[in-house]
């Protein structure tokens, strides 16, 4: 009985410190929450899309954004998974966009990635009314999320069909999936029925378009990316070919792969409000303006635990 109260007492303060760390944050700095705002309405075989907004509440001048896309396999995952994180972001002065978007096997590739699309329509519209700089957007995204932020971010053609310019400032990859979607669907040869023909359908020519490596230009907004050393083998390739494609359009693009992380732990290492990534994305973000205008050639790479 006494081990098991010793084990029950172990697991309460685990709890009991996991919601102390949740409520802190860096600060008690109040912050405003708005949730289930549509971006996107219902049309045809896709229903209303929907973000959460987190920003500061006292705003005396207009903060960075960033909206983030969650990852799933690009057919589960939902927004309401990251609140925590956008509670922090807000507390550390930004305003931070979650969105959800249609999934496998409902929607294709394409779909999800024009829903991306019209959210970044919907906060360079309206985010100023939330704090935020509608110059200043940068897009996120992790696993799944990550491929469909970078390809949206390359890929200019799904903002010339809205008829706007790509307003976004910068692009934060978080062990992003699909770099390569065409290396690997030509790799792994998918047999009917798989997932991924569901996302990408069977057609070569399709997976190529849906890859970001194949949209690289000079003209792209700068980018972060992190992976994690022990993350998926697919993830870890695709990567990796996606860094040294990167040295003939942005070889100073910061890359920084942190050995001793998986796959998940890569996004819930956020979930920490004193985690390091913060303070390096915020510093990043800080120059991209002057990164734009530089042209360094050292691939900045680092190597983190």
């Known amino acids: 009985m006494k081990s098991e109260a010793r084990v029950t007492l172990i697991v309460l303060t685990i709890i009991l410190g996991a919601f102390l760390l949740t409520l802190s944050g860096c600060s008690f700095k ?35 954004v960033i909206i983030f896309v969650h990852g799933g396999n690009w057919n589960s995952g939902r927004k309401s998974q990251y609140n925590i994180i956008g509670k922090h972001w807000s507390k550390k ?15 294709k590739y394409d779909a999800m990635a024009e829903s991306t699309v019209m959210s970044v329509k919907w906060v360079k519209e309206h985010i100023v009314q939330y704090g935020g700089n509608p110059d200043r957007i940068f897009l996120s995204g992790h696993s799944a999320g990550g491929h469909l932020a970078a390809l949206v971010s390359i890929d200019d053609h799904y903002f010339k069909k809205l008829s706007i310019e ?20 030509m790799e792994e040869k998918p047999r009917a ?5 569901n996302t990408f359908t069977n057609d070569p020519e399709i997976w190529k378009k849906a890859t970001p490596l194949y949209h690289l230009h000079k003209n792209m907004a700068p980018m972060i990316i992190y992976r994690g050393g022990r993350s998926y ?7 990796e070919k996606f860094i040294k494609a990167l040295q003939d359009y942005a070889p100073s693009t910061p890359y920084r792969v942190q050995e001793k992380k998986k796959h998940v732990p890569m996004i819930t290492q956020f979930f920490n409000p ?15 303006e002057r990164r734009k205008q ?11 635990n």
């Not at 002065?93 to 929607?107: E, F, H, K, Q, T």
């Not at 004193?274 to 991209?288: D, H, P, Q, T």
């Open 30 to 64: 109040r912050i405003t929450r708005s949730k289930d705002i549509v971006y996107q309405p219902s049309e045809k075989s896709i229903p209303e899309q929907h973000l959460n907004i987190f920003a500061p509440r006292k705003i005396r001048e207009l903060r960075d």
């Open 93 to 107: 002065g930004v305003v931070y966009v979650i969105i959800d978007y249609p999934l496998s096997p409902s929607a």
């Open 166 to 185: 790509n307003p976004i400032a910068g692009t934060i990859l978080i062990d992003a999936a699909g770099l390569d979607m065409y290396g690997y669907l």
């Open 193 to 197: 029925g798989d997932t991924y023909l």
């Open 233 to 239: 083998p697919s993830i870890m390739t695709s990567n």
């Open 274 to 288: 004193w985690n390091g990534r913060y303070g390096e994305i915020l510093k990043w973000m800080a120059g991209v």
């Open 294 to 304: 530089s042209s360094g050639d050292d691939r900045n790479a680092s190597i983190e």
